[in-house]
């Protein structure tokens, strides 16, 4: 059995997560995700957790390391699951990130873009309030996202654009769970059976 590695990516409040969970759900496998580990580096310098805070270390490591350090270090992780049907890697934000999992794992590596309109992201966003998230105007919610697709970021930023172009795969989530649930059943169909 060939392991199936998956690179999940989209806009914020797209529903990645969901994603990522109805996968592993149908799937025996694990999940990494990128942000995670800037996570840990966010918490080493004491510093508070919020989308700004892992945007700016995001590309500071990127750019002290290189722009793959991220995927290289999940993918180091993702090497001893070699007996998973599948791997899926959360948080990619740059596009040097998605040409290490190519190089690495060829044809066994899927790029999934996850999208839906903004305004059922934003009221998402609100819903769930993650850790370092606060309470934001739709304007807001926007801007922050205008910073994160960055079309014309340097080779270390996060370009949110330039990774969703470089999908394989979208998965358009503007209904209920159990219509996404059918658009993640089309996916595994479309490259498990």
Do not use: C, W
């Amino acid at each position: 059995m060939q392991t199936l590695f998956i690179g999940l990516t989209g806009t914020n409040a797209s529903g990645k997560e969901t994603v990522m969970e109805t996968l592993l759900e149908k799937l025996v496998g694990v999940t990494f995700s990128l942000s995670d580990e800037i996570r840990e580096e966010v918490r080493k310098r004491g510093l508070e957790i919020n989308r700004d805070s892992l945007r700016t270390i995001g590309n500071e490591l990127r750019e002290k390391f290189g722009s793959a350090v991220l995927a290289e270090r999940v993918a180091g992780k993702a090497q001893k699951e070699a007996d998973k049907k599948v791997v899926v890697f959360v948080s990619i934000r740059n596009p040097a990130e998605v040409d290490f999992f190519r190089k690495r794992f060829g044809k066994s590596f899927v790029l999934v873009s996850v999208d839906a309109p903004l305004e059922i992201r934003y009221e998402r966003a609100k819903k769930r309030r993650r850790e370092g998230e606060v309470e934001l105007s739709i304007e807001e919610f926007r801007e922050k996202e205008v910073k994160e697709m960055s079309p014309n970021a340097e080779g270390h930023e996060q370009s949110l654009q330039k990774i969703i172009e470089m999908a394989d795969y979208t998965i358009i989530n503007d209904g209920g769970l159990d219509k996404l649930e059918k658009e993640v059943e089309k996916f595994i169909r479309k490259y498990f059976y």
